[in-house]
């Protein structure tokens, strides 16, 4: 356990999910944030950007080339995709990164230029990460320098999946992934879409058949099943500003029961401090997670024989971001790590 | 094309079914309300149950057993399930009945007190209801005497994959209709579950597995293949008051692709004034039809090869169950079709 | 009576004001909209930038030098202020105008200077220009080349206060105006104020004491009363897409009492069609307007001796902006004046 | 500072209040909770009530006559009001109370009695009881057996006033309270008017003139003012769950600006660490505190000369309820005061 308080850096602070660990940054105990960086409002106080974290003591917003990294332990990076890879490249080497940008995530370098339309500047770095799916790759993750911070949807979808995958407990040909979010996981850039009279009293779907997560689910997945798995990953965007919400809907192995796979994930997480069943005779809901780290899982026969509904809800900008970012830091850094993350969710 | 006005009844005015009955049956040019019915608030006017609805000239709230049924022509019926069938029986024989419960909604007997844990006590007006999704069953409706309105979710579904299935071009086995629906459609009974500090922010699922929409969208689901279907139909809450969206994952038919399935339900709803297709390049939501009468279509291309995403939109208040019963009464009672309904959506 | 039907443009029709009278124009039997224009989205079908009006047999948009005026009657201008003045003074003189827009509701020069940091480009239009608050200058309208609708906050208020005023029953002194307002009124522009994450699940003032809708207000008042008026303006934006709430904290003339106010208010919109009193016992909401070219008024003695509490509520988009645009539109064009704004409010 | 636990028990855990108390105890370091009490859902797990408060090791529901007293050292009392006066009159006297209920904290017996509609049959425990405004009453409370926690409005409008009141920098007559508040503050009862469909995109006032927190706004502004106080105070339900907004608007004493009562305010809480004027040029918004125990405040210049523009902003289950019950709650037990408290606002 370190004693003291680790120096830490936000790279690309005003977003949302920068915002977020903030937010639990200045409460963790081991932590000292002493940069936030953000190129386009460099030199404003925080406050007034976010004037929800007015009167914390927070350093000024600076450029990225103004901070004196031999000073910082750590940094975290909640950049948009595309400029990540650059910026951490250009980071001194002493930095342990948490990266919560999808920079990182693919591990097959054309997988990643084919999703995100460019070719990967930093492919060495790109060897070096870890997967951060806590959980799941815990141990690597205390050793890693760089660690990629999986996104909200493969959070909420794996932790739900992995187990029964990697049990054998069901089949991963045609696996339905139909997934309900609120609005911040748009971030805070201005789009029409996530206007509140767009995105309000109202549901859709949106990028059907096209969504960036899919092929950082298929990845894992395909770890676990050993073998390729394409699945089904479809996005509705909901009128709540925090909360995910995965169905999933599967075909059971043979001979297996829903019984048998709510038993698997709950034995595989008995131990786990944030993943956890929801309550007898209760569905999960983004209600029992809200502002929260944990993640609830749910599991119910289908109608049709030999089937099953999964199911899963994170809090997109804490489990699904931000949390888990920080639940990463504490394991890179031999801090407890559950440390500044038990808040209990907040509700109504 | 009948000239004058024909006089009706609403029978449960003091639900919200029955409120939005009231808001179009105002403005429909052939309908005259000379009844209201809630045995809870008889002798209110109806503006103090809902004041939107104040200064439209409506007559008092009244206790079933006031109305005097020789001077009314036909009754929509938007009582809780269970009251519906008691009450439409001792109807008088010259009423023209629509229904927007379930009570008349399910052919088989057997089927009916599975799911709704009691004997049907009208079984020979079970025999002569037809059930009344417009554009399916358009000729039987128009020599009804009792129409029984579809669930809103059946409605959605229906309209969606009744073309599909009927032609044979997604397979009926595995059949996953993940739906979505904002918390109108649970009435404005008193629930812990819809109110707005509980529905509010987040979204769930409900009634996994256990739906009564499920048998009513497999009994005409069967008709349209010829043979037994069973269906994995898991709703959602979402927070919006109205607005359903249904998001159908199918494995095609072999042979048949994506584009087979948009060109076959464009064609079949061509001439139709009420349900089309999303506008290119663009997924259908909720917010295209809200108050309003329309269904909105659309279908992608799954990322599986051979399965496909059909998804389905409608006000669930409006195409859902007054709208559709409004359309059922002017088919009912030679009027076109479209009267008092063609109100484009309301957005934002 | 005018027979047939208006040829209307509609300017600046991609904002949420131009959508929302696409949404009463193409139902209303007297109008034909033959053109909408957008010069942004000039050549792009009205579905593609909104969806909800898709299937209504629109004209594509078009950039304002493509319209053949010379087929056109009227016009409503639903542009931005200060762009307003520019093309409106560029139609012939044959086209009537409904500005929806703020560039002509202020008759002195100064003031209009003075609050929109720009001298008005085309005075002697002003000059013409009639306010259109239908109830208040009816006769005026009616007449009228150009028609300068008034802002949403002003209609609101102005209905509320202007016969109290006139009739001397409230001081107009210290006379607080305490607006709650949904987010449709910012418009469709991208603002992160209007972000559904920023605007979602809070409320919170704006411009206080610097809204452009207080001299307005003032000049109506000053009318009214005969002198000069000063007042409290302070708005709140609210998290819903629709509606609009004026509080207004009066000290009661000597002698008078809420009840006289009440009554006063009820014998001044005795005969109009779309201002009426909430029913007995209930308060206003903007709940019972929604959707709808209604406006609910109340009236409660304040717990302070000789004080008065008035209330107003509105649907910002059609009373506050496109419904009072074609309730003056019909009051131009000798048309019912209640013709196409029938509809009951949308609840829930 | 107590070193260890203190063992508390919360009656009434099943409200709003007691879940949000429950939240914040389970994660104070000095805090046991030992019993938690709920007549109507007595034997259930806490998380059947509330699953978002699942996996905490709670205490079951419990009869408040099955709690053996002797174990406990504090209790919070969450109960509706007029129940909390019997029940804590019961307790033994070891037990110190922080009550969360209207119950005492009318220090006028003839008040309570004309507002809550019955006699108190407490009125020798309400002499003892200390008004829980921590910033204000800090002192008295350290020694208080009895606290009673101020109502979510009170709290919000005294941090407002009481210091401007007690400078004589605002006048006391004329005093508009305009309030506006989140759902929850109506509690998990099932009322229509808190229904999703009722209060969801949708404004409007509500106990105009009948407020019960009126009087005790009144009270403790007459002890700052030396003198009986009569305010105005109008509030609104918001479509929101949690937060409240204070706008008051009051006539400046001869000679006092805006920035003096901004400085007074500054100056009055420099050394609070829950009690804060809003970032430079921002104005406070109920999003700047969501799920935090800080209070923000603003001041503006009104456009009427000697007016001024006040503004408060608080969650009201937190500060408005269980946080200032927990902050209460350290000062009695001499912890320091800030303990389990600092959490950051959530936002978005």
Chains 1, 2, 3, 4 share one sequence.
């Not at 977003?15 to 903030?22: F, P």
């Not at 549901?203 to 092929?215: D, F, M």
């Not at 089904?232 to 059971?252: C, D, K, Q, W, Y």
Request: charged share 20%; hydrophobic share 45%.
């Amino acid at each position: 356990m370190s004693a003291g308080k680790i120096k830490v850096a936000v790279i690309g602070a005003s977003g949302y999910t920068g915002a977020d660990l903030v937010r639990l940054g200045v409460r963790h105990p081991h932590m000292e944030i002493v940069a936030l960086t953000a190129n386009t409002h460099a030199g404003k106080p925080m406050e007034e950007v976010y004037p929800h974290l007015a009167g914390l003591g927070l350093p000024r917003l600076a450029r990225n080339d103004e901070v004196d990294w031999a000073d910082v332990q750590a940094a975290f990076c909640g950049l948009p995709h595309g400029t990540s890879q650059e910026v951490i490249a250009a980071l001194p080497e002493h930095v342990r990164v948490i990266d919560i940008s999808a920079d990182f995530r693919l591990r097959d370098a054309d997988v990643y230029a084919k999703w995100y339309g460019r070719a990967h500047t930093a492919p060495e770095l790109q060897e070096q990460a870890v997967y951060g799916l806590s959980e799941h790759y815990r141990e690597a993750i205390r050793d890693a320098r760089l660690v990629a911070c999986p996104g909200c949807y493969p959070t909420a979808t794996l932790l739900l999946l992995l187990p029964l995958v990697k049990a054998g407990l069901i089949e991963t040909e045609d696996l339905i992934i139909d997934a309900k979010s609120g609005v911040s996981g748009a971030g805070r850039g201005l789009k029409q879409a996530t206007l509140f009279c767009e995105a309000g009293e109202g549901l859709g779907p949106y990028a059907v058949g096209a969504h960036r997560h899919a092929p950082e689910i298929e990845q894992e997945l395909a770890v676990a099943a050993g073998h390729e798995v394409t699945v089904n990953f479809t996005p509705h965007l909901v009128p709540m500003s925090r909360g995910e919400f995965i169905t999933a809907h599967a075909r059971l192995a043979a001979g297996v029961t829903a019984e048998d796979c709510a038993a698997a994930l709950a034995e595989r997480y008995a131990g786990e401090p944030f993943v956890r069943m929801a309550p007898d005779g209760i569905l999960p809901a983004t209600q029992q997670v809200r502002g929260s780290n944990f993640c609830v899982l749910g599991v119910r026969a289908d109608r049709i024989a030999g089937r099953v509904i999964l199911m899963s809800t994170i809090d997109n900008l804490v489990k699904g971001s931000s949390g888990q970012a920080v639940q990463n830091f504490n394991l890179m850094f031999g801090i407890e790590e559950t440390t500044g993350l038990m808040q209990a969710p907040l509700f109504p």
